[in-house]
């Protein structure tokens, strides 16, 4: 089982930028397929952005030359750095884990966005 940690959500200004932090324990981390999640208040959850093994990353196009994912397989961490944010941004970010052990889920960084 994979545990999943998140970090660094918080209230930004529009246009601004957040870095958000997922730590992952409890498997072979490099071989996983990682990914964000959003769900926003009344609204269903969302693909964000992911990342294979290789390096490989994918975004909704929403997030497209805002958003970048990454990875530190010798840190067991994956990123979302966050810039030009806009209010629909806010949602709960969730990280997500895919590989031999199955699927993961973080509990959660509320990222908001308001002036």
């Known amino acids: 089982q994979v545990r999943l940690v998140e970090s660094g959500g918080g209230l930004v200004q529009p246009g601004g930028s957040l870095r958000l932090s997922c730590a992952a324990t409890?498997?072979?981390?490099?071989?996983?397929?990682m990914a964000w999640y959003r769900q926003a208040p009344g609204k269903q959850r969302e693909l964000v952005a992911t990342?294979?093994?290789?390096?490989?990353?994918n975004y909704v196009d929403s997030v497209k030359g805002r958003f970048t994912i990454s990875r530190d397989n010798t840190k067991n961490t994956v990123y979302l750095q966050m810039d030009s944010l806009k209010p629909e941004d806010t949602a709960v970010y969730y990280c997500?884990?895919?590989?031999?052990?199955?699927?993961?889920w973080g509990q959660g960084t509320q990222v908001t966005v308001s002036s």
């Open positions: 997500n884990s895919k590989g031999a052990m199955g699927i993961s």
């Open positions: 409890g498997s072979i981390f490099k071989r996983n397929v």
């Open positions: 990342i294979t093994s290789g390096d490989s990353a």
